[in-house]
């Protein structure tokens, strides 16, 4: 069996695929670290279709299509500020921090600093805590205080990528392993200090959990001037 249809098989016991994009699935098949990394949509539809024709995966299997909304044109914003909408702090630790949509204010970013083009869909938080301050994200920690960048229409993480998470009104920043043997989905703290995993059932409406993909940290170690 092809590798790439291997993991279809291990995906599809934890994610209902039906829901997914191709887009989504290549990029969750993908092997390295790179966020941007993913298999060629096509090549995912190919070898879905080969698992539902040889009676491994059943029909309704297959994604639904999605009308792909035109984007604007970036030619615009190219010489200008990126305003990211700063919609609260995320807890690195227990969740104690009200999680809420409402904007505090906005971080303005080149977009030749931005790593995401999606600039309509990104927020920004201020992560607190230290729960999370061994993680790396594109070759930066998560330190109490510093912002992180969160793309909100990537709500079906990779394995092993940073998210934000809502639970009990609040939000956390933790990163998510799925355990294909297992079958359950484990969100884990990466700190000097002992955090204890939260552990997920891929049958929990876990979906709604995820508010996004952490994509980068921006470091606010400049001291304010009185």
């Known amino acids: 069996m092809h590798p790439i ?16 994009s191709y887009r989504e699935i290549g990029r969750q098949l993908a092997d390295d670290g ?61 969740a104690t921090i009200f999680a809420n949509d409402k904007i505090e204010g906005y971080l303005e970013v080149s977009p030749i600093l931005l790593k995401s083009k999606n600039y309509q869909d990104l927020f920004a938080l201020r992560a607190s805590g230290d729960s999370m301050n ?38 956390n920043i933790k990163r998510i392993y799925f355990d294909h043997e297992e079958e359950i989905i484990v969100l884990r703290s990466e700190s000097t200090r002992d955090y204890s995993p939260i552990y997920v059932s891929p049958n929990d409406e876990w979906d709604g959990l995820i508010s996004g993909t952490v994509i980068q940290v921006i470091k606010d170690r400049v001291p304010m001037r009185a």
């Open 5 to 20: 249809q291997q993991k279809l098989l291990q995906l599809s016991k934890i994610r209902d695929l039906s829901k997914l």
């Open 34 to 94: 790179d966020v941007n990394a993913r298999v060629h949509p096509q090549n995912a539809k190919y070898h879905l279709e080969q698992l539902i024709a040889d009676g491994l995966l059943d029909e309704s299997s297959r994604p639904v299509r999605k009308i792909e909304q035109v984007k604007n044109s970036l030619e615009s914003v190219v010489m200008s500020l990126i305003r990211i909408p700063i919609v609260g702090s995320a807890n690195c630790g227990p």
């Open 134 to 171: 061994r993680a790396v994200i594109m070759s930066k920690n998560i330190d109490d205080g510093d912002f992180v960048v969160v793309d909100q229409s990537r709500k079906t993480p990779r394995d092993g990528e940073c998210v934000v998470v809502i639970r009990d009104n609040a939000a």
